[in-house]
Protein backbone atom coordinates (compact mmCIF):
# COMPACT_ATOMS: atom_id res chain seq x y z
CA UNK A 1 0.00 0.00 0.00
CA UNK A 2 1.15 3.58 -0.91
CA UNK A 3 2.49 5.51 2.12
CA UNK A 4 0.02 8.38 1.25
CA UNK A 5 -3.08 5.80 1.90
CA UNK A 6 -1.69 4.72 4.82
CA UNK A 7 -1.59 8.05 6.38
CA UNK A 8 -4.86 8.73 4.95
CA UNK A 9 -6.32 5.30 7.00
CA UNK A 10 -4.34 7.09 10.27
CA UNK A 11 -6.37 10.10 9.75
CA UNK A 12 -9.54 9.24 9.16
CA UNK A 13 -9.36 8.57 12.85
CA UNK A 14 -6.94 11.28 13.73
CA UNK A 15 -7.68 13.68 11.13
CA UNK A 16 -5.36 16.87 12.41
CA UNK A 17 -7.57 19.47 11.90
CA UNK A 18 -8.65 18.30 15.29
CA UNK A 19 -5.58 18.48 17.16
CA UNK A 20 -4.56 20.69 19.60
CA UNK A 21 -2.68 23.76 18.70
CA UNK A 22 -0.01 23.60 20.42
CA UNK A 23 0.97 19.81 19.05
CA UNK A 24 2.71 18.23 16.73
CA UNK A 25 1.10 15.65 15.48
CA UNK A 26 1.46 13.80 11.86
CA UNK A 27 5.07 13.21 9.72
CA UNK A 28 7.85 13.33 12.62
CA UNK A 29 10.40 11.75 9.98
CA UNK A 30 9.82 11.66 6.44
CA UNK A 31 10.83 9.01 3.51
CA UNK A 32 11.03 8.49 -0.15
CA UNK A 33 9.81 5.28 0.73
CA UNK A 34 5.98 4.83 -1.47
CA UNK A 35 5.19 1.56 -0.40
CA UNK A 36 4.35 -0.07 2.93
CA UNK A 37 3.92 -3.43 3.96
CA UNK A 38 5.11 -3.36 7.36
CA UNK A 39 3.62 -1.08 9.96
CA UNK A 40 4.96 -0.69 13.67
CA UNK A 41 2.79 0.88 16.22
CA UNK A 42 3.90 2.36 19.46
CA UNK A 43 3.53 4.35 22.73
CA UNK A 44 6.59 6.08 22.43
CA UNK A 45 9.20 6.95 19.37
CA UNK A 46 12.21 5.93 22.08
CA UNK A 47 15.35 4.25 20.91
CA UNK A 48 13.83 0.90 22.22
CA UNK A 49 10.48 0.35 20.55
CA UNK A 50 11.80 2.06 16.83
CA UNK A 51 15.03 -0.74 17.07
CA UNK A 52 12.15 -3.72 17.73
CA UNK A 53 10.20 -2.45 15.09
CA UNK A 54 13.06 -1.94 12.32
CA UNK A 55 14.32 -5.42 13.51
CA UNK A 56 10.91 -6.91 13.23
CA UNK A 57 11.17 -5.40 9.25
CA UNK A 58 8.56 -2.83 9.96
CA UNK A 59 9.02 -0.10 6.74
CA UNK A 60 7.06 2.58 8.70
CA UNK A 61 6.09 3.25 12.22
CA UNK A 62 2.94 4.76 14.03
CA UNK A 63 3.80 6.46 17.43
CA UNK A 64 0.99 8.17 20.29
CA UNK A 65 3.92 10.28 21.46
CA UNK A 66 5.43 13.41 19.02
CA UNK A 67 9.41 12.74 18.30
CA UNK A 68 9.38 16.21 19.47
CA UNK A 69 6.88 19.63 20.28
CA UNK A 70 9.65 21.71 18.35
CA UNK A 71 12.31 21.74 16.05
CA UNK A 72 15.85 21.67 17.41
CA UNK A 73 19.67 21.11 16.34
CA UNK A 74 20.78 17.40 16.60
CA UNK A 75 23.47 18.71 18.76
CA UNK A 76 24.07 16.24 21.43
CA UNK A 77 24.10 12.37 22.02
CA UNK A 78 20.70 11.59 23.22
CA UNK A 79 17.56 9.53 22.08
CA UNK A 80 16.53 11.99 19.96
CA UNK A 81 19.45 11.73 18.31
CA UNK A 82 19.33 8.53 18.24
CA UNK A 83 16.01 7.82 16.73
CA UNK A 84 16.80 9.61 14.23
CA UNK A 85 19.90 7.92 13.09
CA UNK A 86 18.29 4.61 13.05
CA UNK A 87 15.10 6.15 11.10
CA UNK A 88 17.09 7.44 8.51
CA UNK A 89 19.44 4.70 8.20
CA UNK A 90 16.86 2.42 7.43
CA UNK A 91 14.56 5.53 5.26
CA UNK A 92 11.42 4.57 7.57
CA UNK A 93 8.95 7.13 7.88
CA UNK A 94 7.95 7.92 11.56
CA UNK A 95 4.51 9.29 12.08
CA UNK A 96 2.74 10.58 15.33
CA UNK A 97 -1.17 10.65 16.16
CA UNK A 98 -1.14 12.44 19.60
CA UNK A 99 -3.83 15.18 20.09
CA UNK A 100 -5.08 14.16 16.66
CA UNK A 101 -5.95 10.77 18.10
CA UNK A 102 -6.38 11.61 21.56
CA UNK A 103 -9.87 14.10 20.27
CA UNK A 104 -11.88 11.99 18.81
CA UNK A 105 -14.85 10.11 20.78
CA UNK A 106 -15.40 7.68 18.33
CA UNK A 107 -12.15 6.00 17.90
CA UNK A 108 -9.59 4.31 20.30
CA UNK A 109 -9.17 6.92 22.95
CA UNK A 110 -12.45 6.11 24.25
CA UNK A 111 -11.56 2.28 24.90
CA UNK A 112 -12.07 2.53 28.96
CA UNK A 113 -15.27 4.31 28.64
CA UNK A 114 -16.38 1.53 26.42
CA UNK A 115 -15.24 -1.06 28.99
CA UNK A 116 -17.18 1.00 31.65
CA UNK A 117 -19.98 0.82 29.94
CA UNK A 118 -20.91 4.13 29.83
CA UNK A 119 -24.03 5.90 28.38
CA UNK A 120 -24.53 9.44 26.84
CA UNK A 121 -25.88 11.00 29.32
CA UNK A 122 -28.74 12.23 26.93
CA UNK A 123 -29.49 8.62 26.05
CA UNK A 124 -28.46 9.01 22.46
CA UNK A 125 -26.06 6.64 20.41
CA UNK A 126 -22.86 7.76 19.17
CA UNK A 127 -19.50 9.20 20.76
CA UNK A 128 -19.72 10.69 24.67
CA UNK A 129 -19.62 14.38 24.84
CA UNK A 130 -16.22 15.50 25.32
CA UNK A 131 -14.92 17.83 28.17
CA UNK A 132 -13.00 20.22 25.77
CA UNK A 133 -14.03 20.94 22.28
CA UNK A 134 -11.58 21.06 20.03
CA UNK A 135 -13.60 20.68 16.21
CA UNK A 136 -16.18 18.41 14.93
CA UNK A 137 -15.28 15.17 12.45
CA UNK A 138 -18.22 14.12 10.00
CA UNK A 139 -17.64 10.31 8.18
CA UNK A 140 -20.11 8.25 6.74
CA UNK A 141 -23.10 10.60 6.87
CA UNK A 142 -22.28 11.00 10.99
CA UNK A 143 -21.36 14.25 12.58
CA UNK A 144 -19.74 14.43 16.14
CA UNK A 145 -18.45 17.08 18.84
CA UNK A 146 -14.37 16.33 19.21
CA UNK A 147 -12.04 17.41 22.32
CA UNK A 148 -10.58 16.03 25.02
CA UNK A 149 -12.00 13.94 27.61
CA UNK A 150 -15.24 12.46 27.53
CA UNK A 151 -18.06 11.88 30.00
CA UNK A 152 -20.89 8.98 30.46
CA UNK A 153 -23.07 7.42 32.91
CA UNK A 154 -23.23 4.37 34.74
CA UNK A 155 -24.01 3.09 38.16
CA UNK A 156 -20.84 1.45 39.21
CA UNK A 157 -19.70 0.82 42.97
CA UNK A 158 -16.63 1.58 43.71
CA UNK A 159 -15.28 -1.73 43.99
CA UNK A 160 -16.57 -2.54 40.89
CA UNK A 161 -15.15 0.25 39.30
CA UNK A 162 -11.07 -1.18 40.78
CA UNK A 163 -12.29 -5.21 39.69
CA UNK A 164 -13.00 -3.43 35.48
CA UNK A 165 -9.48 -1.86 36.09
CA UNK A 166 -7.24 -3.93 37.55
CA UNK A 167 -6.20 -5.84 34.20
CA UNK A 168 -4.99 -2.30 32.72
CA UNK A 169 -3.65 -1.30 35.62
CA UNK A 170 -0.86 -4.21 36.89
CA UNK A 171 2.52 -3.01 37.86
CA UNK A 172 0.81 0.52 38.05
CA UNK A 173 0.63 2.72 40.91
CA UNK A 174 -2.89 4.49 40.54
CA UNK A 175 -3.56 7.17 43.15
CA UNK A 176 -6.85 8.43 44.70
CA UNK A 177 -7.55 12.39 45.30
CA UNK A 178 -11.10 13.11 47.59
CA UNK A 179 -13.75 9.68 48.50
CA UNK A 180 -15.40 8.01 45.96
CA UNK A 181 -19.37 8.33 46.31
CA UNK A 182 -20.74 4.80 47.08
CA UNK A 183 -22.58 4.79 43.85
CA UNK A 184 -21.21 6.23 40.48
CA UNK A 185 -23.07 7.17 38.33
CA UNK A 186 -21.23 9.79 35.85
CA UNK A 187 -17.69 9.01 35.00
CA UNK A 188 -15.11 11.49 33.50
CA UNK A 189 -12.20 10.36 31.47
CA UNK A 190 -9.12 11.61 29.82
CA UNK A 191 -6.02 9.03 29.33
CA UNK A 192 -2.79 10.72 29.59
CA UNK A 193 -2.85 14.01 31.45
CA UNK A 194 -5.32 15.67 31.64
CA UNK A 195 -5.93 16.98 35.36
CA UNK A 196 -6.71 20.48 33.70
CA UNK A 197 -10.31 18.86 32.91
CA UNK A 198 -11.23 18.92 36.03
CA UNK A 199 -13.09 21.84 36.43
CA UNK A 200 -15.12 20.48 33.31
CA UNK A 201 -15.40 17.60 34.59
CA UNK A 202 -16.82 18.85 37.67
CA UNK A 203 -19.24 21.02 35.74
CA UNK A 204 -20.67 18.24 34.37
CA UNK A 205 -21.57 16.16 37.09
CA UNK A 206 -18.66 13.65 36.98
CA UNK A 207 -18.51 11.55 40.27
CA UNK A 208 -14.84 10.95 39.87
CA UNK A 209 -12.06 12.01 36.68
CA UNK A 210 -9.94 9.48 35.76
CA UNK A 211 -6.74 10.59 34.56
CA UNK A 212 -3.12 10.58 34.84
CA UNK A 213 0.10 12.55 35.39
CA UNK A 214 -1.33 15.02 38.70
CA UNK A 215 0.67 16.93 40.13
CA UNK A 216 0.47 17.99 44.05
CA UNK A 217 -0.52 21.74 43.90
CA UNK A 218 -2.86 20.81 41.19
CA UNK A 219 -4.56 17.39 43.51
CA UNK A 220 -4.74 20.33 46.77
CA UNK A 221 -7.56 22.14 44.61
CA UNK A 222 -9.10 19.83 42.93
CA UNK A 223 -13.14 20.41 42.61
CA UNK A 224 -14.34 16.36 42.40
CA UNK A 225 -12.36 13.10 43.39
CA UNK A 226 -9.92 12.05 40.31
CA UNK A 227 -8.14 8.69 39.97
CA UNK A 228 -4.64 9.74 38.79
CA UNK A 229 -3.83 5.76 36.72
CA UNK A 230 -0.39 6.84 35.55
CA UNK A 231 0.23 8.56 31.53
CA UNK A 232 0.95 5.04 30.58
CA UNK A 233 -1.31 2.55 30.90
CA UNK A 234 -4.52 3.78 29.40
CA UNK A 235 -2.40 5.10 26.39
CA UNK A 236 -0.56 1.94 25.59
CA UNK A 237 -3.99 0.28 26.10
CA UNK A 238 -5.73 2.70 23.24
CA UNK A 239 -2.57 2.31 20.99
CA UNK A 240 -3.19 -1.40 21.37
CA UNK A 241 -6.26 -1.13 19.64
CA UNK A 242 -5.48 1.34 17.41
CA UNK A 243 -3.21 -1.40 15.75
CA UNK A 244 -6.20 -3.62 15.42
CA UNK A 245 -8.25 -1.13 13.48
CA UNK A 246 -5.34 -0.49 11.70
CA UNK A 247 -4.45 -4.32 10.64
CA UNK A 248 -7.92 -4.66 9.80
CA UNK A 249 -8.21 -1.32 7.88
CA UNK A 250 -5.17 -1.30 5.64
CA UNK A 251 -5.35 -3.84 2.85
CA UNK A 252 -1.82 -5.49 2.44
CA UNK A 253 -0.04 -4.45 5.58
CA UNK A 254 1.43 -6.45 8.01
CA UNK A 255 0.29 -4.15 11.56
CA UNK A 256 2.39 -5.52 14.93
CA UNK A 257 2.53 -3.60 18.21
CA UNK A 258 5.45 -3.33 20.08
CA UNK A 259 4.76 -3.34 23.58
CA UNK A 260 6.77 -1.08 26.02
CA UNK A 261 6.99 -0.58 29.57
CA UNK A 262 5.53 2.22 31.75
CA UNK A 263 8.81 4.13 32.94
CA UNK A 264 7.55 4.76 36.54
CA UNK A 265 7.38 1.56 38.02
CA UNK A 266 6.50 0.66 41.59
CA UNK A 267 9.42 0.88 44.68
CA UNK A 268 7.92 -1.09 47.98
CA UNK A 269 8.78 -0.40 51.22
CA UNK A 270 8.02 -2.24 54.26
CA UNK A 271 8.01 -0.38 57.80
CA UNK A 272 10.15 -0.96 60.70
CA UNK A 273 10.50 0.39 64.39
CA UNK A 274 12.55 3.40 63.83
CA UNK A 275 14.53 5.02 66.97
CA UNK A 276 13.19 8.58 67.06
CA UNK A 277 9.37 7.01 67.50
CA UNK A 278 6.92 6.95 64.91
CA UNK A 279 7.64 4.47 61.48
CA UNK A 280 10.73 3.88 59.22
CA UNK A 281 10.87 2.23 56.05
CA UNK A 282 12.91 -0.15 54.00
CA UNK A 283 12.27 -2.08 50.75
Same mark, same amino acid.
Given at each position: ?9 ? $? ?101 ? $? ?167 ? $?
Amino acid at each position: MKQTDVIRCI $ERIAPLSIAASWDHSGVQVASGREEITRLGVCLDPVPSSIAKALDAGANMILSHHPLTLAPRFVDRMDAYREVLALLLRADVPLYAAHTSLDADPAGPVSWLA $EELGLRHPDGREGPLPVLERTGEMEQDGRRWECGFGVIGTCSLTPETLREKLAPWLEGSCPRLVGELPERLERIAICPGSGGDLAGEAAALQADVLITGDLKYHVALELPLPVLDVGHFSLEEEMMRRFSRYLENSLSGVHVEFFEARDPLRPFLATARPCEAGGKCFQ $E
